[in-house]
């Protein structure tokens, strides 16, 4: 076991961003907020550094990393552009959409990152304290949620100090995130494809192409966030519960009598995804089966659905 360090939290102005980036350039582990979800942020082209994410996530090396830059033209650096990837950029970057595209042959990253696969999962995110560090550090940033490998994903700086408090040398103390879910992730090195549902509706990102998505069903991880369970809380969870059983904690959502806590009790899709692994936290004692009100299976509800689904799977 890697012995514990100090971890600083860090305010959002200059001279924190500036130490965050001071961590970053001398291979340390930083975690910001993006408007996802927290990240834990890495020196892309560092192998050590990435090597200590997967460490103090007790992460499966094989499950691939996503890289955060500044801009578009820092993207354009380490994948290679297409059409596809163009006219999705233009419409939602800065945003919670992650492409995966071809990795340049003379893009420097480490090869932890893409798990040794052909390809790079790369985003521009709107958060303006993810998009001040990403601009003072000057270069790319491994970044999957800052929180242990497969448990609940954290959406403040409490969150991440609970979960990786003395694994990691800085917090960046962003506030909360305010889409609460992760980066939809649509792979692009083949015919279009939703890798993974997440806080952009898969729906606008097909508008944009005029065609629809294909779906990822083939087994293979190839793109994070994709392992049958995780974002799990120390409770079991059960889905689809129109009632509360003796001894279960109650998460609602819309009108639910009796519930615990409650999404949204107006049934607003995009309140509940801000609010789910925020509850997701608070409700979770570890012993308390946790039920789950049924919540749509449209817009944002597909990955709400998706990410309840795998907090819910057998766990090994």
Request: charge should be negative; proline fraction near 9%; glycine fraction near 10%.
């Amino acid at each position: 076991m890697a012995p514990m360090i100090s971890t600083s939290l860090l305010p959002p102005d200059a001279v924190g961003l500036s130490r965050a980036a001071q961590i970053l350039r001398a291979g340390g582990l930083v975690a910001f907020p993006t408007e996802t979800v927290y990240g834990l942020g890495a020196d892309a082209r560092d192998d050590l550094a990435v090597a200590r994410i997967f460490e103090a996530k007790g992460r499966p090396r094989f499950n691939p990393l996503i890289v955060h830059v500044a801009n578009v033209e820092t993207a354009r650096r380490y994948v290679e552009w297409n059409e596809a990837a163009e006219a999705l950029a233009t419409e939602f970057w800065p945003g919670p959409l992650t492409l995966v595209l071809s990795l340049r042959a003379d893009a420097g990253l480490s090869p932890l990152v893409t798990a040794g696969l052909p390809s790079l999962a790369i985003r521009v995110p709107a958060h303006p304290v993810a998009r001040e560090l990403l601009t003072v550090f000057d270069g790319p940033v491994a970044a999957p949620s800052a929180n242990p490998s497969g448990k609940i994903s954290p959406t403040s700086a409490a969150h991440v100090q609970a979960g990786l408090s003395g694994r990691i040398e800085g917090i960046v103390d962003g506030g909360f995130c305010g889409v609460g879910l992760e980066s939809t992730i649509v792979g692009l090195t083949r015919a279009p494809c939703l890798l993974r549902p997440g806080g952009l509706p898969a729906e606008e990102v097909e508008a944009v192409l005029g065609v629809p998505l294909l779906t990822h069903d083939d087994g293979e991880i190839n793109a994070p966030g994709q392992l049958s369970s995780h974002y799990a809380p120390g409770a079991q969870v059960r889905l689809d519960a129109k009632d509360k059983h003796p001894g279960e904690r109650l998460l609602g959502f819309g009108p639910v009598a009796g519930a615990d806590m409650n999404l949204s009790p107006a049934g607003d899709l995009t309140e509940a995804a801000a609010n789910l692994f925020a509850m997701l936290h608070a409700i979770d004692d570890g012993q308390s089966p946790i039920a789950v009100s049924p919540v749509p299976e449209e817009g944002l509800g597909r990955a709400i659905n998706d990410r309840l689904r795998r907090a819910a799977a057998p766990r090994d």
